[in-house]
């Protein structure tokens, strides 16, 4: 695995999202599974790091 891994963030209501480059400004994100969804495609799961910049 990469060392140097960069996790890109779009969406602009995350309090991490640097908004000018569309990089998330964690160092390591939790990803988790959408309750009782089976589809095994990408939305089957969600960045559990996920703060509102409003908050």
Do not use: A
């Not at 779009?10 to 160092?27: A, F, G, M, P």
């Not at 969804?37 to 799961?45: G, T």
């Amino acid at each position: 695995m990469e060392k140097d891994q960069k996790i890109n963030c779009t969406v602009t209501s995350c309090k991490y999202n640097e908004n000018q480059e569309q990089l998330c400004s964690l160092k390591q994100i939790i990803v988790t599974p959408i309750e009782n969804c089976h589809v095994k495609e990408p939305d089957e799961s969600m960045c559990s790091s996920y703060k509102n910049e409003n908050k």
